[in-house]
């Protein structure tokens, strides 16, 4: 039996902090599952951003994507259910979950190259006053994977930077 889809999408509304801290954790999981170092990052206790490691001192953050309409901001779900159309339902048995998981995040990139031993050198983007960023992107998929790769062709093709991640040696990591 299904769980009405008016009552869950109700509950999501009424506990969007819960909602994002779940999904949020969800995805944190997923990268960990792709052997890619991250670290889930919270600030005053509430999510804040997944940080994703990769080489020649870039990372990225994940973050919600927000939108502003009529001066209300709104800040979208890193995942969401869809449930598949009745006329294609019924052609799943009825223990089938009947729909799918929709991805959407934002990612930043981001740079700190700055060596403290070293603050001279050249070609150095970030300085002593933190990273610099390189660019955003939003991007969404129904597959996870698909998510995170479109996410690497993203920052290739718009700000032309080829990233890769930092993996870990094992599961023993995680």
Partial sequence: MQPNLDSFEEIMRANLDLTQTLAATYMFRRFLSLGVKCEYVERNGEFSHIKLEMKEHHYVEVRSVVTFENKTRTEEPLMRWEPYPEEIRKFFPESHPGGYYKYKARFTL??????????????????ADGPGEIGTISTNATDFQVLFFSMLYGFLEHHNVELYPEMRRSRVEL
């Fill in 110 to 127: 981001f740079i700190d190259d700055f060596d403290p031993e070293n603050p001279d050198a050249e070609g150095k983007v970030a300085d």
